[in-house]
């Protein structure tokens, strides 16, 4: 049988249709189309995987977009084909609800830690590993988000593998009583994941909703005029944070605790 290296090889152009050598050192994930392709149309690089689960470009400055879809079992699929190229960094360019009365749509939140509510990441380390970004580089976007003249919150955020729950008052009570900042499918995922994998990684999310508030779940209006307000910001703000690291080559790796 071959190795979890060889397979990985294998199956990352196999998800994505792009050829390993494309792939740069540094990785953005998003759960959105639309970010490949403005990627790609800023760049002038061709899409890959059109026919495939996943979509990926790359541009000749050692970067590569991905949208590996949604939910936690892709998160985790993904990082662990990325063991294929160990990238020097992986940013997630994601959207996420709003818990707090300070948080505003369109406010962008640097997770300083996400809960473990999807269980998907408890195949990897047990349930009392905290799940961790690499603070160097939440340290790199944070500065670009300023320099873009964005403010951002920081905070934990709860991922889960449930998508409708926003009518179920026992598990609003139980999220509330953890008094996340934000709500998302994927982070806690990737957090742990790349620390299994030995990948540093980070998360800049956008909120797109604030669903503990009256009218406040995301309808498809709702979410497009987010994204025809913020993406073009978010994804820029990922290009620059990951190509400065590029150019810098700095050391971000979270060493294993």
């Known amino acids: 049988m071959p190795d979890r290296l060889a397979i990985a090889r294998d199956w990352l152009p196999r998800y994505t249709g792009m050829p390993l050598d494309r792939f740069g050192d540094h990785v953005?994930?998003?759960?959105?189309?639309s970010y490949v392709e403005a990627f790609a149309e800023e760049f002038g690089a061709w899409i890959h995987g059109t026919d495939r689960?996943?979509?990926?470009?790359s541009n000749d400055r050692g970067l590569s977009i991905i949208n590996f879809g949604i939910g936690t079992a892709n998160a985790a699929t993904i990082m662990d084909l990325l063991i294929a190229r160990q990238p020097r960094g992986v940013l997630f360019l994601g959207k996420c609800g709003g818990l707090k009365e300070s948080t505003e749509?369109?406010?962008?939140i640097l997770p300083t830690a996400a809960i473990r509510g999807e269980g998907t990441s408890d195949d990897y380390f047990p349930p009392r590993v905290p799940a961790l970004p690499s603070f160097k580089l939440h340290k790199l976007v944070s500065e670009k988000i300023l320099n873009r003249g964005h403010d951002y919150r920081t905070g934990v955020v709860y991922t889960t593998n449930r998508r409708m729950w926003e009518h179920d008052d026992q598990f609003i009570r139980r999220l509330e009583g953890m008094t996340p900042i934000?709500?998302?499918?994927e982070t806690a995922t990737l957090f742990v994941v790349g620390h299994a994998n030995e990948i540093a990684r980070g998360a800049l999310l956008l909120v797109s909703d604030l669903p503990l508030t009256p009218d406040g779940i995301k309808t498809e209006a709702s979410d497009r005029a987010v994204t025809n307000r913020w993406a073009r910001d978010h994804l820029a703000i990922g290009i620059e944070a990951m190509h400065e690291l590029g150019v810098s080559g700095e050391q971000i790796k979270h060493f294993r605790y």
């Open 53 to 57: 689960p996943m979509q990926a470009a």
């Open 182 to 185: 934000a709500v998302d499918m």
């Open 105 to 108: 749509i369109g406010h962008f």
């Open 28 to 33: 953005l994930l998003t759960n959105f189309y």
